[in-house]
């Protein structure tokens, strides 16, 4: 069965930082792509960046170019999102979320229970 | 603004059959299949429909997806009490600025 757990989320001042750990089980980790994804309080859902299974391609949405990234540890079976500069607006549950790299397509299939990250002062 | 396009909202009663409805474009929905996925409060999107109309093990198929050009649709039969919640849609968008996960912006689905 496959399970990600997140962690590291919590309450942090704007403009410092915060590293959330994502930890897989019941998968072949390093063929899987994988994503952050998050959800601020009552909103839907908002792409945040996506790694490919060897690590070699990242992405990010606009929002968070450039203050987060995203990498991965094959051998610890780990998803990492580093978070810089934080704002209010990045206040939200941030899930990880996997997809097989040869599932057809890149989107997230698998998900876990998501991490709460608040920014206030 | 979402770049998926979804109806804030949808009903119907027990036993019916409801569609919502998924408007992309070209650099998206257009060349890429779709997911979607069941969000009930305060719990992590569940995937219900994967490559425009794959269902995964233990998702009943009275769920059911499909693709028209550049919209898609997710189609639920039968409807149940257990059914109200938040659905979403998504498909990579192999926009040249930003390529990545599109959602959109999701729709309640109540039943009445």
């Known amino acids: 069965e496959v399970q990600l757990v997140e962690s590291g989320g919590g309450l942090v001042e704007p403009g410092r930082s915060l590293r959330l750990s994502c930890e897989a089980s019941g998968f072949t980790f390093n063929n899987f792509e994988l994503h952050w994804v998050r959800q601020a309080p009552g909103k839907g859902l908002e792409w945040v960046s996506y790694i490919s299974s060897g690590g070699g391609n990242t992405f990010y949405a606009d929002s968070v170019k450039g203050r987060f990234t995203i990498s991965r540890d094959n051998a610890k079976k780990s998803l990492y999102l580093q978070m810089n500069s934080l704002r209010a607006e990045d206040t939200a549950v941030y899930y990880c979320?996997?997809?097989?790299?040869?599932?057809?397509?890149?989107?997230?299939?698998?998900w876990g229970q998501g991490t709460l990250v608040t920014v206030s002062s | 603004q979402s770049v998926l396009t979804q109806p804030p909202s949808a009903s119907g009663t027990p036993g019916q059959r409801v569609t919502i409805s998924c408007a992309g474009g070209?650099?998206?929905?257009?060349?890429?299949?779709v997911n979607w996925y069941q969000q009930l409060p305060g719990t992590a999107p569940k995937l219900l429909i994967y490559?425009?109309?794959q269902r995964p093990s233990g998702v009943p198929d009275r769920f059911s997806g499909s693709k028209s050009g550049t919209s898609a649709s997710l189609a639920i039969s039968g409807l149940q009490s257990e059914d109200e919640a938040h659905y979403y849609c998504a498909a990579w968008d192999d926009s040249l600025n930003v390529p990545g996960v599109a959602f959109g912006g999701g729709t309640k689905l109540t039943v009445l």
């Open positions: 979320a996997s997809v097989p790299d040869y599932g057809g397509n890149s989107v997230p299939r698998y």
């Open positions: 070209s650099s998206n929905i257009g060349i890429q299949t």
């Open positions: 490559n425009t109309n």
